[in-house]
């Protein structure tokens, strides 16, 4: 595997820098996810893969095919000093519709279902914390339930190196990625949630 981020030279595997922190979304095709979480500031580096499925070392290929129960995962290496979870978990939902189960759109198949898997408790208890925080807003817009699955992270599984930061390899590539309009404020969930 080619280790080094294609926009900016940074590893894409562990060990990263100790100052660093971790966490790994999945919010349907990965191409698209991947560039949204590379371009926010304070993202060190990004990778995509598969995650939460019942095979060891997954390709692309046998993920398509639905049998692996894989979805496809972006593992985001993150400054918290510049950029914080809370900060990633609002662009991760409101860059894609979390209510949708086995797809996004016109992707459908259970490796486009959305998740957060955290590598931590904290983490655990905070994306759970702001998945109940934004289904309020979407309940006040009359969307249905979110169906993001929040689980302590299983093996990630790197994706294949033509997969990795494909849409700045292929500016022209697929994306699919769409939210669904809702707006998450920040400001009012930290105020309700001070720890």
């Not at 918290?80 to 809370?86: A, E, K, R, T, V």
């Not at 408790?121 to 759970?128: F, K, T, V, Y």
């Not at 979110?146 to 599984?157: G, L, S």
Request: net charge negative; proline share 5%.
């Amino acid at each position: 595997m080619d280790n080094r981020h294609f926009v900016n030279q940074h590893v894409i595997s562990p060990p990263f820098p100790a100052h660093l922190e971790r966490i790994i979304v999945a919010l349907g095709c990965f191409w698209g996810a991947e560039r949204r979480f590379w371009q926010q500031k304070g993202v060190y580096s990004t990778a995509v893969g598969y995650i939460a499925g019942n095979t060891e070392n997954p390709t692309y290929k046998e993920v398509c095919t639905g049998l692996t129960h894989h979805t496809e995962a972006v593992h985001i290496a993150f400054d918290p000093n510049i950029i914080s979870l809370q900060q990633l978990l609002k662009v991760f939902f409101e860059s894609h519709d979390p209510t949708q189960g086995m797809r996004q759109g016109n992707d459908v198949g259970t490796q486009y279902r959305s998740g957060i898997y955290t590598l931590n408790q904290q983490q655990q208890g905070l994306a759970i914390a702001v998945k109940n925080y934004y289904q309020e807003q979407l309940s006040k817009r009359h969307f249905l339930s979110i169906t993001t699955e929040i689980m302590p992270a299983p093996t990630f599984y790197y994706a294949e190196d033509y997969h990795q930061q494909y849409l700045a390899k292929n500016p022209d590539g697929y994306c699919g990625l769409r939210g669904c309009g809702v707006d998450m404020d920040l400001n009012t969930f930290e105020k309700e949630h001070k720890e």
